[in-house]
Every structure is written in structure tokens, then in C-alpha cells.
């Protein structure tokens, strides 16, 4: 959904008024938010983690609460007079350091103007792309079977992410609401936590053989990234298998995909593709294909315990493997295939896993 900057502007303004109104009826200001803690996270009926009924006031009553009320007021003057009417924008990062000009009111450290980002789409109910908040980091790629039209600042272009990239694929830009669709040949979205794996994927032409969009994740996934697999999933039905590692940092990749994450809780809704399915690297695969490993951490040991107890995770498939992974002991990486010879992964290990998801006909 494209939101104009005349809506983004309205929402902050509204804010700014709320807090005005209260203050000309002699009221305490105050924000009220939902409590963004992991005791307030839930399943929805469309099977992504939502923020609960659990709230937080932000009240003038405490030092501290009145600091925050006057940074975010800080933040929507910076949002709306100099991104939205000028149609400029700033890194989370530049942000954070413009705060530097705001006498009492600037940031400690990013994560706390980060946070008071993310506060402003909960309340609003936009995103910080529409207030022209970019992320430090460039977006991952995509490549295969896929046409789109890109409007940017300096007008529309039309790439097939095949024909008209390099290997390196079409760089996922910030605001993918910004991409049209026009023209595909794909019958699966692989996405794919390293770039190396997505190299040898490519270079070994699967993404012809099996008409496959390639992503690269780049680790945890970017929201334009979530953003971008779940518009394909649902505006073209192309369904999703997502490939990473076997160890527990990994799975919450997926269940990233798939379901959201705490952090952006109040976006699952938009981003999050409960339809995902995981594909791999499996702990059974460990076994199943004698991968070469290495020994779990006690910080891997324990992720893999609370994975247990996390929602996300609460199938019979997800128990068995998470508890068969703290039984061995092990860790693999997807390079582990390798050791099996380079074209093994696209020749053997993801058609057959593919065909028994019934993603592919083998």
C-alpha cells in the first residue's frame, strides 16, 4: 500500500495534536502503546505473532516519560518539515545523529531513536518507509524469472531480474511498494540465508531448471526483504521455501519469514508469510546425509530450549527436530553439502526435499 505524504503528515500531526489537547485541559500528557515484550506476543488468525492487549502509558508524570514525549515530538517536526515536505530522507543512523542539535532532547545511543521510530508506526499505523526512514544497510537480491517496474526519484525503469542483472541479482530497494509486478515464469520462491549458497544456486542455473526465484536473505531479513517475499507469495501465489542453516538462529530466520518477529510485531500483518514452508537445512538432514558439523554452543543450547517454548515453534515436526538437534549435540552449515561434491545440493539434496514438500514434481 502507497501512502502519500499529505497522509503521513495528518497521522503525526494528529499525534502532535493529542498531546497539545491534553495539555491546554491541564491533563498530564501521555501516549498509550501496546506492551512490546514477548509476554504480550500472540497468534492471530491469519497465523502471524500480533502484539496482545497488554498496554504501556508513556506519561509527563515521570522525568523519564517526559524526555520521551519530548524527543517524539522532535521526531515528528524532523518527519514532517524536513522528510515529508521537503521529500527528503534520512537513515536511521543520520537520525540519530541530527538528534545531536536537540539540546536535552537528543538520543543516548540509536537503538533508543530506533525504538521511538518504531513507536510512531504503532501508533500511526504506517511504516517508516512512509515517513522516509531509510535502514542503514542496502537491501538483499533476487534473481530468476521476474519482470517489475521500479518508480524511484529519478523516474520508472524496468528490469527482468534474469536478463538485465548480473549474477549478483536486483538489489531489493528500501520501499519495495514501490515495485510493480508486470510479467513472471516462477513456480517457487527459494530464499536463502547466505549469499554464497544463493552464488552456487545460480551458477549451477537452478533458478532455470526449477523457474525459481533466488532471494538472499543476508542473515536475518530486512523488512523490505519480508516485505517483498510476502507480496510475491500473495499477489502472485508463487508459494515460499526458505533455506538456511541447521542451528537454532536460523530457525528464527524462517520463523521471521513466516510469522514475524517481537521487534515488528505491529507489522506481521504486512510483512510476515505464514505460508512459508521451512525447507532446510533440517537437524535429521545431520544424519540423513552424514554432514560434516560443529558442536552447539551453550548459547545455541539454549536458544534451542526456548525454541521449545516459543508459539512459532509449537508443532510436532518443530519439537522432534529441535529435540533430535539437542540430542546430537551439532550444528551444520548449508556449505556442508559441499563436502558431497559442488552440484550436490542443486542436484540431489533440493529436489528431493522440494518434491517430498511437494514444491516441485521430481
Request: glycine share 6%.
Amino acid at each position: 500500500m502507497i501512502v502519500s505524504n499529505i497522509q503521513s503528515i495528518a497521522s503525526l500531526k494528529q499525534l502532535i495534536q493529542i498531546i497539545y489537547e491534553q495539555i491546554e485541559e491541564g491533563s498530564i500528557p501521555h501516549l498509550q502503546l501496546p506492551t512490546r515484550a514477548k509476554n504480550n506476543i500472540e497468534i492471530s488468525e491469519s497465523d502471524v505473532w500480533v502484539y496482545g492487549s497488554g498496554k504501556s502509558i508513556r506519561s509527563a508524570k515521570t522525568t523519564k516519560g517526559a524526555y520521551q514525549l519530548l524527543k517524539t515530538t522532535h521526531i515528528c517536526d524532523l518527519l514532517i518539515n524536513d522528510h515529508l515536505i521537503n521529500n527528503k530522507s534520512s537513515t536511521l543512523r543520520e537520525i540519530y545523529y541530527i538528534s545531536e542539535n536537540w539540546d536535552i532532547a537528543k538520543f543516548n545511543e540509536q537503538p533508543e531513536s530506533d525504538r521511538l521510530i518504531e513507536d510512531l508506526e504503532i501508533i500511526t499505523g504506517l511504516q517508516r518507509e512512509d515517513f522516509h526512514v531509510r535502514p542503514e544497510e542496502n537491501g538483499a537480491t533476487i534473481f530468476g524469472p521476474l519482470r517489475i517496474r521500479e518508480t524511484t526519484k529519478r523516474g520508472e525503469r524496468i528490469i527482468h531480474c534474469q536478463e538485465d542483472v548480473g549474477e549478483a541479482g536486483y538489489q531489493i530497494p528500501y520501499n519495495v511498494e514501490n515495485i510493480e509486478f508486470l510479467e513472471h515464469d516462477a513456480q517457487i520462491i527459494i530464499a536463502i540465508e547466505t549469499g554464497g549458497m544463493q552464488d552456487r544456486l545460480i551458477e549451477n542455473s537452478f533458478d532455470e531448471k526449477y523457474h525459481a526465484l533466488l532471494i538472499h536473505l543476508k542473515g536475518q531479513p530486512a523488512r523490505s526483504t519480508r516485505r517483498l517475499i510476502k507480496r510475491l507469495n500473495e499477489e502472485l501465489n508463487i508459494p515460499v521455501a526458505v533455506f538456511t542453516d541447521a542451528d537454532p538462529w536460523s530457525y528464527r530466520i524462517y520463523a521471521s519469514v513466516a510469522y514475524g518477529a517481537i521487534k515488528t510485531a505491529h507489522l506481521s500483518e504486512f510483512m510476515a508469510a505464514p505460508e512459508a514452508k521451512f525447507l532446510g537445512v533440517q537437524p535429521s538432514d545431520i544424519i540423513d546425509y552424514d554432514l560434516s558439523t560443529d558442536k552447539l554452543t551453550d548459547q545455541d543450547m539454549k536458544a534451542l530450549h526456548n525454541e521449545l517454548t516459543d508459539p512459532r515453534f509449537d508443532t510436532d515436526y518443530w519439537k522432534n527436530q529441535i529435540n533430535l538437534q539437542i540430542e546430537l549435540g551439532k550444528k551444520a552449515e548449508q556449505q556442508a553439502f559441499a563436502g558431497k561434491g559442488l552440484d550436490y545440493v542443486t542436484d540431489t539434496y533440493l529436489p528431493t526435499r522440494l518434491g517430498e514438500m511437494g514444491m516441485i514434481k521430481r
